[in-house]
């Protein structure tokens, strides 16, 4: 590889590994003040199911 492959392909892998490391903000759905609020478990279930429509099998 030439050295401008090389500085393109490290500047790539800086962006993924900032991308990687800042931590996904947890949003709230709030539809009604009455109900009881989501639990870490409901999110990440949600989360999960949300990312397996989007695969294609």
């Known amino acids: 590889m030439s050295k401008t492959d090389d500085e393109k ?3 790539l892998v800086r962006k ?3 991308k990687a490391a800042k931590p996904k903000a947890k ?3 709030q539809y009604d003040a009455t109900l009881q ?3 870490d478990e409901d999110t990440e279930r949600r ?3 949300s ?3 989007k695969r294609d099998f």
């Open 51 to 53: 990312e397996m429509k």
């Open 47 to 49: 989360d999960f199911f």
């Open 16 to 18: 993924n590994a900032a």
């Open 9 to 11: 392909l490290a500047a």
């Open 27 to 29: 949003r709230r759905r």
């Open 37 to 39: 609020p989501e639990t």
